[in-house]
């Protein structure tokens, strides 16, 4: 990037190895580190209609790859990267692929600072729930 700070689509694409390390006494059990784009591919599979939240969305992930959790720190970071980069692809006329205003809190809110905060994201959902309405 120009200003010498990393792009999202970088952070995304950066290459590394997903494991699984001991959730010590916090988690009780194993503890999934996902990539990126493990995180990414999630977003994408909600459904058109739906939304999904990061706490259904670990459970989900740990219990594909074999482990017991899946870190909420690393969850946590890696949506917004999935979105701050879906949102840089947008600005260069690209189409939005990850549909990640289809990700609330679990109180039904979106997040405050992923792109267009919260009250962006829910136009998105909005009119997209509209279309599907028909």
């Known amino acids: 990037m120009k200003n010498g700070r990393t792009s999202w689509q970088a952070k995304l694409d950066r290459v590394q190895e997903w494991k699984i390390v001991d959730g010590g006494n916090r988690f009780h059990g194993n503890l999934l580190i996902p990539t990126?784009?493990?995180?990414?591919?999630l977003v994408r599979?909600?459904?058109?209609?739906?939304?999904s939240n990061p706490k259904l969305m670990r459970a989900t992930l740990a219990k594909r790859l074999g482990a017991d959790h899946t870190c909420p720190?690393?969850?946590g970071i890696?949506?917004?990267?999935?979105?701050?980069?879906?949102?840089e692809s947008a600005r260069l006329g690209l189409t939005r692929h990850t549909p990640y205003w289809r990700?609330?809190?679990?109180k039904?809110?979106?997040f405050p600072k992923w792109?267009?905060?919260?009250?962006g994201q829910k136009a998105i959902l909005d009119q997209e729930l509209k279309d599907?309405?028909?």
């Open 36 to 41: 990126p784009r493990q995180i990414e591919s």
């Open 45 to 51: 599979e909600i459904p058109l209609g739906a939304v």
């Open 73 to 75: 720190l690393c969850m």
């Open 78 to 87: 890696f949506l917004r990267i999935a979105a701050e980069a879906c949102e």
């Open 103 to 106: 990700v609330v809190d679990q």
């Open 108 to 110: 039904g809110k979106h």
């Open 115 to 119: 792109p267009g905060g919260t009250d």
């Open 132 to 134: 599907l309405m028909g």
